[in-house]
């Protein structure tokens, strides 16, 4: 069965700083996405940056940017700049590619971080 | 667009009563799931649907769980009889069918059995 791990409950970083947020995961699947949602205290998970497997390039949106390294399963992620705003809890995420069709989401348990100004 | 609504946005009701919660996803999306997050914990799926038709169930407590999604649109998720550990926020979330680019969240219902 697939599994994610995040192994930081708690992160903290001083506004304008960069800061780096580990998953990993397991599977024998060889084609499947990964995903950074964002949930702030409003409860709405919000989709931060996503990765296909099948990519070598790491994806990059503004100032997040992941680390994918498939061999090692892992896939962190960083946040350059960080801003007040970007205090919420962090999930990585993990779905089988179905031909393109994409199934269930597992989740990690979570990271919360936290901004100091 | 419209985002994926969720009503209530709070419910607290005692042990063995019964609640409903009511998902509209985006319109166009095929697909639509309910998940469970409690308290400390990632999301974890009750029931994903395609359209109307169930495409996985396989951890929904059948028992006190139902779920169902009416002309491929609307999904209501009802408990009967709650119990504590029920306790929890439930998300609904849709996507088009074929995609990779991950699913629409909606803000949830926080669920209090006591």
């Known amino acids: 069965a697939q599994t994610v791990t995040q192994s930081q409950p708690e992160m903290s970083v001083q506004e304008a700083e960069t800061v780096t947020l580990s998953c990993t995961y397991d599977?024998?699947?060889?084609?499947?996405?990964l995903f950074w949602y964002k949930q702030p205290p409003s409860r709405q998970m919000i989709l931060v940056i996503r990765?296909?497997?099948?990519?070598?390039q790491n994806a990059t949106e503004n100032r997040f940017s992941v680390n994918f390294q498939k061999a090692a399963k892992s896939f962190s992620l960083k946040i350059s700049d960080s801003q007040l705003g970007d205090a919420a809890m962090y999930f990585c995420a993990y779905t089988m590619n179905y031909g393109g069709s994409q199934g269930n989401l597992i989740f990690g348990k979570g990271t919360k971080l936290s901004v100091k100004p | 667009e419209a985002g994926v609504a969720q009503s209530p946005r709070y419910k607290i009701i005692e042990k063995r009563q019964s609640v409903a919660f009511w998902c509209n996803p985006i319109s166009g999306h095929a697909t639509l799931y309910w998940y469970q997050q409690i308290l400390g914990q990632g999301p974890k799926l009750l029931i994903q649907f395609q359209n109307n038709g169930v495409v996985d169930d396989s951890q929904l407590p059948k028992d006190r769980f139902s779920a169902e999604r009416l002309k491929g649109v609307d999904s209501t998720l009802k408990i009967q009889p709650a119990k504590l550990e029920d306790s929890a926020v439930y998300l609904c979330?849709?996507?088009?069918?074929?995609?990779?680019?991950?699913?629409?969240f909606g803000s949830g219902t926080r669920l209090t059995v006591v």
């Open positions: 599977t024998s699947e060889s084609d499947y996405y």
């Open positions: 990765q296909e497997a099948y990519k070598q």
């Open positions: 979330a849709s996507s088009l069918e074929r995609t990779g680019d991950g699913y629409t």
